[in-house]
């Protein structure tokens, strides 16, 4: 019988054969697929290959200076794109409103007359790129 993705949080009765198959390299097969298909099976395996190289723990552990200094700079930058998500959306709703009235006018001009409507979707070509510039390039000075 295989048991797959059976997460238990107590762990899993079979985490002693995973730990004793990772020390002696001796794996059925039954036991490697129930590894690979049981969360805390695949966690026992890793601690006790990580226990197993004989690695000392401090040495993966980062500097405490190091982790603030990382930390406070996360913070700050979550920061920063919380205070500015408001000013993103309007930014977008404002080009798509933007967007809209230019077909709107040019749907307009084309009702009311067939020969302005070329100059007018010519004309608003030349809007859109202009205007698609500066909102790309003001969205790249972020
Ligand atoms: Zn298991």
Same mark, same amino acid.
């Given at each position: 019988?295989? +048991? %797959?993705?059976? %997460?238990?949080?107590?762990?899993? !009765?079979? $985490?002693?054969?995973?730990?004793?198959?990772?020390?002696?390299?001796?794996?059925?097969? $039954?036991? +490697? !697929?129930?590894? @690979?298909?049981? $969360?805390?099976? @695949?966690?026992? %395996?890793?601690?006790?290959?990580?226990?197993?190289?004989?690695?000392?723990?401090?040495? *993966?552990?980062?500097?405490?200076?190091? %982790?603030?200094?990382?930390? !406070?700079?996360?913070? +700050?930058?979550?920061? +920063? @794109?919380?205070?500015?998500?408001?000013? #993103? &959306?309007?930014?977008?709703?404002?080009?798509? /409103?933007?967007?809209?009235?230019? #077909?709107?006018? /040019?749907?307009?001009?084309?009702? #009311?007359?067939?020969?302005?409507? /070329? *100059?007018?979707? &010519?004309?608003?070509?030349?809007? @859109?790129?202009?205007?698609?510039?500066? &909102?790309?390039?003001?969205?790249?000075?972020?």
């Amino acid at each position: 019988m295989i +048991r %797959m993705k059976k %997460m238990n949080p107590a762990g899993c !009765e079979r $985490e002693q054969d995973i730990a004793r198959a990772v020390r002696s390299g001796l794996w059925s097969a $039954e036991l +490697r !697929e129930h590894a @690979a298909g049981c $969360e805390a099976c @695949a966690e026992a %395996m890793a601690v006790a290959a990580f226990l197993q190289s004989g690695e000392d723990p401090a040495a *993966t552990v980062p500097e405490p200076g190091l %982790m603030w200094w990382r930390l !406070e700079l996360r913070a +700050r930058r979550e920061k +920063r @794109a919380r205070a500015l998500r408001p000013l #993103v &959306i309007a930014e977008r709703a404002a080009a798509v /409103l933007f967007g809209s009235a230019c #077909v709107a006018v /040019l749907v307009w001009l084309s009702s #009311v007359s067939p020969s302005l409507s /070329l *100059t007018a979707g &010519i004309a608003g070509a030349v809007l @859109a790129v202009s205007a698609g510039s500066a &909102i790309l390039l003001a969205s790249s000075r972020k």
